[in-house]
């Protein structure tokens, strides 16, 4: 009788206790790409430099931040990333950081795995100096084997974080950068 | 006279004990002391309003709520006033002045270059019409000499120019050669640049052999180096631009 009883009760209790989850980007497996257009070009890059944290509440709250040094953008053309920090004024802001919040789904976090949930983050960009709050779509995975995995993009007008835009034969690279992320995040160790 | 123990004990009880304060002291009107030969004046009412003191009672939190305001005091999920990453390993950054040297150099590098290729399509051109003009038609006006002469003289002062302000930039980001756009455009641009210093030297060489048989096929050579010099430029600037 008691053993039944033990074995309902065990049977009750959700699979994760639904506590915080402390997860930490992992930076070998993320990354951080942007996308700017001249009229020439469109020029690619990406960082592979992503550091980044995210906490999810027993409630669903999340809040999220990641940080990506300047100098780590890699577009393939060493002059043109030198005139990218330039432009960023690297030395004076080296990072590119980004901070998110929202909610997720009821039993998102503590569900069965896979399981892929669509959010929209209120986000603030802080780039070149410049805080600019935005929103940020984002495809949430929840791995069968505990990891997180976080895609999405976004664009951010160069303009409005004040960033001197660079040219090419006089001929200035467009205001919007779009930004995709892909990163996967797991439980932070102790 | 010898108390009795129980009594003492009692006394000392009476003592120790603080007295009970009485619920309606506060309510009774406090009256100031005065002389024996005052008139009793009209009791003042100095008793506080017990319902302002309920008010000021209710308003001062109980000790519990210390927790509770803590819990206040931090930001709401939704707020973005929060830092989970700490602060930022400090990185030293290339010098600023440097860096804004090197960006100006770079913009005036691309409007020289612009010039340049044009002036050495222009030069290309004249010295076609030059060749044309003295073997080709045999009419040997000399028309075209002096505009070619001099087109090519500019050109070489352009390259000059350009070659010197891309070489001083600063470079505050130091990365290895890669084959990029602007590795390709170096290698190009360095060809061109030898290109017109052979130019120079096969141009004058070529004019001084005047009356010679051999004229006409150094002029030939010339004539093939300057295409070349215009191809190399023209995969220069290619680089950069598609």
Redesign the interface.
């Known amino acids: 009788m008691n053993a039944a009883l033990l074995a309902t009760l065990l049977a009750a209790t959700p699979a994760s206790p639904g506590g915080v989850h402390d997860l930490e980007v992992d930076p070998g497996a993320s990354s951080l790409r942007f996308a700017i257009t001249h009229r020439?070009h469109h020029v690619e890059g990406r960082s592979t430099g992503v550091?980044?944290?995210?906490?999810i509440?027993h409630?669903g709250?999340?809040?999220?931040?990641v940080?990506v040094?300047v100098?780590s953008f890699d577009s393939?053309?060493?002059?043109?990333?030198?005139?990218m920090?330039?432009a960023l004024?690297?030395?004076?802001f080296?990072?590119v950081t980004v901070?998110?919040?929202?909610?997720l789904p009821p039993d998102a976090a503590g569900g069965p795995r896979p399981l892929t949930v669509p959010l929209v983050l209120?986000?603030?960009v802080d780039l070149h100096g410049v805080k600019v709050?935005r929103e940020v779509p984002v495809q949430v995975t929840f791995e069968a084997g505990g990891a997180v995995h976080a895609t999405g993009e976004f664009e951010v007008s160069l303009d409005a974080h004040r960033v001197e835009r660079p040219?090419?034969?006089?001929v200035k690279i467009e205001d919007g950068c779009r930004i995709a992320f892909d990163l996967v995040l797991r439980e932070a160790r102790p | 006279m010898r108390l009795p123990s129980s009594l003492l004990l009692a006394a000392l009880a009476a003592l120790a004990t603080p007295a009970p304060v009485h619920a309606g002291l506060l309510v009774e009107p406090l009256r100031p002391p005065l002389p024996a030969d005052c008139p009793d004046p009209a009791p003042a009412d100095l008793a506080p309003d017990p319902a302002r003191v309920l008010v000021a009672l209710a308003s001062d939190p109980p000790a519990g709520d210390e927790e509770e305001k803590e819990k206040k005091a931090k930001p709401a999920?939704?707020?973005?006033d929060?830092?989970?990453?700490g602060a930022?390993e400090t990185?030293e950054?290339?010098?600023?002045a440097l860096?804004?040297r090197?960006?100006q150099m770079?913009?005036v590098h691309?409007?020289v270059g612009?010039a340049l290729y044009s002036l050495q399509a222009a030069t290309v051109v004249l010295g076609q019409l030059n060749y044309r003009d003295k073997f080709s038609t045999h009419m040997n006006t000399e028309k075209w000499r002096i505009p070619h002469k001099s087109f090519a003289y500019a050109t070489t002062a352009a390259m000059v120019l350009n070659g010197a302000l891309a070489l001083a930039a600063p470079?505050?980001?130091k990365?290895?050669f890669?084959l990029?756009?602007?590795g390709v455009h170096k290698i190009a641009m360095f060809t061109a640049a030898a290109g017109i210093a052979t130019e120079v030297g096969l141009g004058l060489y070529t004019h001084s052999r005047e009356g010679y048989m051999d004229q006409q096929h150094l002029a030939k050579v010339h004539l093939a180096i300057g295409y070349a010099t215009f191809a190399a430029m023209t995969v220069g600037v290619a680089a950069?631009?598609?």
Do not use: W, Y
Not at chain 1, 89 to 92: G, K, T
Not at chain 1, 99 to 103: D, E, I, L
Not at chain 2, 82 to 85: A, M
């Open positions: 020439l550091r980044g944290r995210a906490v509440a409630d709250k999340v809040q999220a931040m940080r040094p100098s393939g053309d060493g002059n043109r990333d030198s005139n920090q330039a004024e690297v030395e004076r080296p990072f901070k998110a919040a929202g909610s209120a986000a603030e709050a040219s090419l034969f006089f | 999920p939704g707020d973005l929060f830092d989970l990453l930022a990185q950054g290339p010098d600023p860096m804004k090197r960006r770079l913009t691309q409007g612009i470079t505050p980001v990365k290895p890669r990029d756009r602007v950069l631009v598609l």
